[in-house]
């Protein structure tokens, strides 16, 4: 009778492979952080430009209106340069999430070849148990012809 395949080192398998899933999750919530933080640069980039375009094309401008778009164009570029940096930040931690992704990914994958490994032993093993038993039974029941 054939005994049923059970890999010894399921739960560890089945601990990675949430390991690796949660690792997948953190990329996901890393990679939407970056894109919104890179849409945010690019609406600060565009509302400085568009600003620009329109005092260009202002004739006259009083001193107070000077001030008040001189003070509003050093916020919009200070936060053109804040947004930069953390996007770069945000780049370096999706940079590791992927890293580690990569690296649980592999490690499962390990582990599955492994489990793949043994069960093919274990059935190639039972199925030479079944044809030595089965073997075993046709000798036993053999008789020879009587002479």
């Not at 739960?11 to 996901?28: N, P, S, W, Y």
């Not at 849409?39 to 329109?54: F, G, P, Q, T, Y």
Request: charged share 35%.
């Amino acid at each position: 009778m054939a005994k049923p395949f059970r890999f010894n080192l399921q739960r560890v398998l089945d601990i990675r492979i949430q390991l690796e899933e949660r690792a997948k999750m953190e990329l996901g919530k890393a990679t939407a952080a970056f894109h919104a933080q890179e849409r945010e640069v690019m609406r600060l980039e565009n509302e400085k430009n568009a600003r620009e375009a329109s005092m260009s094309q202002k004739t006259t401008l009083t001193q107070g209106e000077l001030w008040l778009w001189q003070a509003y164009r050093t916020r919009l570029v200070d936060d053109i340069r804040t947004g930069h940096v953390k996007l770069q930040e945000l780049a370096d931690v999706r940079e590791r999430c992927r890293r580690t992704v990569v690296t649980r990914s592999k490690d499962k994958k390990l582990l599955e070849k492994l489990k793949s490994n043994k069960a093919e032993r274990h059935a190639l093993e039972q199925s030479l148990a079944d044809q030595n038993e089965s073997d075993e039974m046709a000798s036993i029941r053999y008789q020879p012809p009587v002479l």
